[in-house]
């Protein structure tokens, strides 16, 4: 448990001393917004009616540019050799990566997002539920690609390669993120949309460190 | 300078020999029937027999087996690509091996993986050195990976620090070591836990003359405590009493068996 503790520490050390790579993944998030706008049109209309999506999407994006760094850097380093050869269980070791990537990202974008949402006109009564959607769905955004970000180490094209992989997964959290975004803009209330991200971020952290887990042995052979 | 493992005495301390010399050895009878090695494997404690190990299609070396008692080293030699490295990945368990078998105090190691990582450290050719982390957090990191915190183990990294002379740049992002003090601070690892055996990938490269003294040094002190290590290089560190074993005569006819 101090093992784990200790991973999840240092990863978010990391994280803060090279707080470059957050800073990026925020600045990207904030300008796939805002690029909407000019692409669209300032109509308040048209603009308030897909700003779910909008923030929705460059969220998952933005989650996707910071996946490379989960494993990349321990895997050229001689890290990852050495993580599994500690007696903490791989799949545990996977799972506190993914918590500190989560802190690291996930996090201050879902706290940016509020802000965001102005820029593209959301109704002011579903800002909240923006933010919560974002809490629930962006761990499961940082567990699913996990699996992805295992299974291309040491392939070529790393980049195109991750994205054709992970964003087919993201799916189902972009599916319910945004729709209970729309659905509080509209008065129905978000609380089944909400109920079922919260349900796939639950079911992504038994899988994903097992699935990444297996693809990191793989990686390693 | 290690000796070869021809020359090894019978009883070396060095406790590291080949199967095939020690089963020659004067007093025993030159051809002896497998019963009679039996025991002799069960006591021992790093005993690999027969290893072959298999890259994508290609079989790196085949029939490679020797054994490591307590005390003992064991120098791997060869040309590049004759597969010193993964025969060290193999024997750390990261690797498995496709034929042979390889046991440790007479039980095979893939039974009981993780405890096998457990009495093993690992120094591969990469370093695992983070260039935003000071040394001692780094040490500090993976002496709290290892396991539970052991009694002492603040002053194990700091004793880890000075026996490679890292005391001065420990406080320092690693981003600003040079290649040689970041293979010091990879070998440092070896001190912040005890384990009985230890695989070292070129330890000595981008060492100079006085760090290598130090790694030479810190070796034999583990040995003399009863430790093992088992390392590949190219420098000639200075070992008493190690075997040799070169792995290019391992290497697989053209066509075996064992390639599709």
Same mark, same amino acid.
């Given at each position: ?5 200790? +991973? ?28 909407? %706008? ?28 910071? +996946? ?45 997002? %509020? ?25 499961? +955004? ?47 209330? %978000? ?15 038994? +899988? ?14 | 300078?290690?000796? *070869?493992?021809? @020359? ?6 060095? /406790? ?42 290609? &079989? ?22 004759? /597969? @010193? ?8 368990? &990261?690797?498995? *091996? ?7 105090? /007479?039980?095979?190691?893939?039974? #009981? ?16 050195? @983070? ?18 915190? &052991? ?17 001065? $740049?420990?406080?320092? *992002? ?43 040094? $810190? ?28 792995? #290019? ?12």
């Amino acid at each position: 448990m101090a093992a784990l503790l200790g +991973l999840f520490r240092r990863d978010l050390r990391l994280a803060l001393r090279q707080s470059g790579d957050t800073a990026l993944v925020l600045g990207f998030f904030v300008l796939a917004v805002v690029l909407f %706008p000019f692409g669209v049109g300032p109509e308040p209309q048209i603009l308030g009616r897909i700003a779910a999506g909008i923030v929705w999407v460059a969220a998952l994006l933005a989650a996707l540019l910071s +996946l490379d760094r989960l494993f990349q850097a321990d895997y050229e380093d001689g890290g990852l050799d050495l993580i599994v050869l500690s007696p903490v269980p791989l799949e545990l070791a996977v799972l506190a990566k993914c918590a500190a990537h989560w802190v690291a990202t996930g996090l201050p974008l879902a706290l940016a997002s %509020p802000i965001l949402a102005l820029v593209v006109d959301l109704d002011a009564r579903a800002i909240p539920t923006l933010v919560v959607s974002l809490l629930l769905g962006t761990p499961a +955004l940082s567990l699913i690609g996990s699996v992805a970000a295992a299974l291309i180490l040491g392939a070529r094209r790393q980049g195109v390669l991750l994205s054709v992989l992970v964003l087919p997964l993201y799916v189902p959290p972009l599916v319910f993120g945004a729709g209970a975004v729309a659905a509080s803009a509209s008065g129905t209330g %978000p609380r089944a949309d909400l109920l079922i991200l919260g349900a796939l971020s639950l079911g992504a952290l038994p +899988l994903s460190p097992w699935a990444s887990a297996a693809a990191l042995r793989l990686a390693l052979e | 300078m290690y000796r *070869p493992a021809a @020359k090894a005495a019978p009883d070396s301390p060095s /406790g590291a020999a080949f199967l095939p010399e020690r089963r020659a050895e004067p007093h025993r009878p030159v051809a002896p029937a497998p019963e009679l090695v039996a025991p002799q494997l069960i006591a021992a404690d790093l005993v690999a027999e027969d290893l072959a190990c298999r890259r994508g299609a290609r &079989l790196v070396f085949a029939g490679v087996s020797f054994r490591l008692d307590t005390g003992g080293a064991l120098v791997l030699t060869g040309a590049n690509g004759s /597969g @010193k490295s993964s025969l060290l990945r193999l024997v750390a368990g &990261l690797l498995a *091996p496709a034929a042979g078998r390889l046991s440790w105090g /007479g039980a095979p190691v893939g039974r #009981d993986l993780a405890g096998h990582h457990a009495r093993l450290h690992y120094v591969g050719h990469q370093d695992a050195v @983070k260039p935003v982390m000071t040394p001692r957090e780094t040490l500090v990191f993976w002496a709290a990976l290892g396991g539970p915190q &052991l009694p002492g183990a603040a002053s194990a990294v700091e004793n880890a620090l000075a026996a490679f002379a890292l005391d001065a $740049v420990a406080d320092w *992002p690693c981003r600003w070591l040079s290649a040689g003090q970041r293979r010091r601070l990879a070998l440092a690892r070896l001190l912040v836990r005890p384990a009985p055996l230890w695989l070292l990938d070129e330890p000595a490269s981008a060492l100079d003359a006085d760090s290598q003294a130090r790694l030479e040094e $810190v070796i034999t002190a583990h040995r003399a405590a009863g430790g093992r290590v088992l390392l590949a290089t190219h420098a000639a560190i200075a070992l008493d009493n190690a075997a040799g074993l070169t792995l #290019d005569t391992f290497a697989p006819a053209v066509d075996t068996d064992l390639i599709d």
